[in-house]
Every structure is written in structure tokens, then in C-alpha cells.
């Protein structure tokens, strides 16, 4: 398992990691369905003041413990660092979700070192579910060892997705369910490409694909779905990584089925 630098108080990084995600989880829940605030940044995209407050507070710790490392935050400029040390957080994922009442959302907080991912936690505040794992030690949820589905094939699998803020990659995602249609047990569309993930990561989704994310949108579902004995790639097969745009997120032998049954669609291009 690979070693993790202590902060400057002494605390281990999955502590402050755990500390930080917990805290806005707290915050996130307090004022879930209240009288919050919200900006559009696009169609269906947008951030409210519930984001940027724990967006602060979390950017604020983590920059107290770790003074040396860059933060990389979905709706702040980049703190770089010489480090090679990279904190890269997602205060409220689904936040579409959250403003709309819809009890599908998590805080996503990652730890990198020149762009490998190293550390990563997933948490649903609601249901207090925490989805962590630091590489070469697996992927638990809370207290509990997780693993991947053990499904072998599309016709056999749930199916996660999300639509994202890109229509042409939206449109060719829709054209993929059709073409795979009805040779899957079924579609979710989830809200939250980290909860996405991390149910992957789980089990509880046999596949999880998407087409447009960011670094923070991913990058402790890397580590979560290869730590749990799972394959993560971008649309072409290739490796995924925190800068991959798309991801395909399943065990070897439903990754390798969708691959074979979607080659040639213009999702995949």
C-alpha cells in the first residue's frame, strides 16, 4: 500500500480526507432542501451557494493541514504546487440533484501525486456512505470491503449513465442505450457521476459509463473501481486517467462485452 504524507498537524491523509468530506457532508445536509441560492452556468448546469460555502470551507482545511500541496476545485482557481502533491475536490456533486429535492448527491475529495490518483473518498451525507480507498490497500464502504460486480455480461447488467452538459455526446450516449436496447436488464441515470462510480465500484451498478467530466468528477472513481478489482478506461479502451473526458467503469468481462457490442458507435468516437 503506498505511503501518505501526514499533514502538518500529524494527521494521517485519510483522516484529514475522511475529516474534510464528513464536514461538508454535515454542511450539505443542514441545508439540503432549504431556501439556497442558485446560478446557471449553462443549460442544466448549476452551482448554488450551498457549492461555494463548502467549496471554502474544505479548500480552507485542507490548505491549513497541507500548506504545500496544489488544490484543484471545481469552482476555484487552481493552487499549483511544487510538490507533486495535488488535493482535487468536488464540493457537491449532483447538484442538479440536490437543488431539485432529489436525494442523489456526494462530496468528492481526492488525493493525487503527478496526477495518479493515490487516495480518493466518495460520500453520500445522506446516507452516511462512505466510499474510500487508497491504492495497493482496496476500496471499502464505511468499515466494509467492497468489489465489483460479478455479472458477465451486458445482457446480464444495470447500467449507469448520466447526460452531462454536452447535447452532441448527450444525443450519441441516448443513440448507444437504443442500439444496445433491450439487451441489458436495465438503465439508471443517476445524477451524480461519482455516485455512478462508486456504485460500480460496489457492485450495485454492473457498468457505469460517461462522455464529459472533469478531473473532479472522476478522480476518486478511478481509484475506487480499480481498488475494488474493476476495470475503468476512457471511450476508446485506453487507461483512464483524471484528465479522460469519457469513462467505462465495470469488471473485466462486461467492460470487454460493452466494448465488442459498441464498436463503431459514435459514442465511442
Not at 16 to 34: D, L, N, P, T
Not at 65 to 73: F, K, N, Q, V
Not at 204 to 214: C, E, G, I, T
Request: with cysteine.
Amino acid at each position: 500500500m503506498v505511503d501518505l504524507p501526514n499533514s502538518r498537524n500529524g494527521m494521517k491523509a485519510l483522516d484529514v480526507a475522511i475529516r474534510a468530506a464528513k464536514e461538508a457532508g454535515r454542511i450539505i445536509v443542514e441545508r439540503y432542501r432549504s431556501d439556497i441560492k442558485v446560478q446557471h452556468k449553462g443549460r442544466g448546469n448549476i452551482v448554488t451557494d450551498v457549492d461555494l460555502l463548502v467549496e471554502r470551507e474544505t479548500i480552507a482545511f485542507l490548505r491549513e493541514e497541507y500548506p504545500t500541496h496544489g488544490i484543484l476545485s471545481e469552482e476555484s482557481v487552481k493552487e499549483e504546487s511544487s510538490s507533486g502533491y495535488m488535493w482535487i475536490v468536488d464540493p457537491l456533486d449532483g447538484t442538479r440533484n440536490y437543488a431539485s429535492g432529489v436525494p442523489m448527491f456526494s462530496v468528492n475529495l481526492a488525493l493525487v501525486l503527478d496526477d495518479e490518483v493515490i487516495l480518493g473518498i466518495t460520500y453520500d451525507p445522506l446516507r452516511d456512505e462512505l466510499f474510500w480507498a487508497q491504492k495497493g490497500g482496496g476500496a471499502f464502504l464505511n468499515d466494509a470491503p467492497i468489489s465489483v460486480s460479478s455479472n458477465e455480461t451486458v445482457k446480464a447488467s444495470l447500467i449507469g449513465s448520466d447526460m452531462g452538459y454536452d447535447d452532441e455526446k448527450a444525443r450519441r450516449a441516448l443513440e448507444l442505450v437504443l442500439a444496445l436496447w433491450p439487451g441489458m436488464q436495465s438503465m439508471r441515470i443517476m445524477g451524480s457521476a461519482a455516485l455512478g462510480l462508486a456504485y460500480a465500484a460496489c457492485g450495485r451498478l454492473d457498468l457505469y459509463f460517461h462522455h464529459s467530466l472533469a478531473p473532479w468528477d472522476i478522480v476518486s472513481g478511478i481509484l475506487l473501481v480499480k481498488e475494488a478489482g474493476g476495470v475503468i478506461t476512457d471511450r476508446d479502451g485506453g487507461p483512464a486517467g483524471i484528465h479522460s473526458s469519457g469513462v467505462i467503469a465495470s469488471n473485466k468481462a462486461i467492460h470487454a462485452d460493452f466494448l465488442k457490442l459498441t464498436e463503431g458507435l459514435a459514442w465511442r468516437s
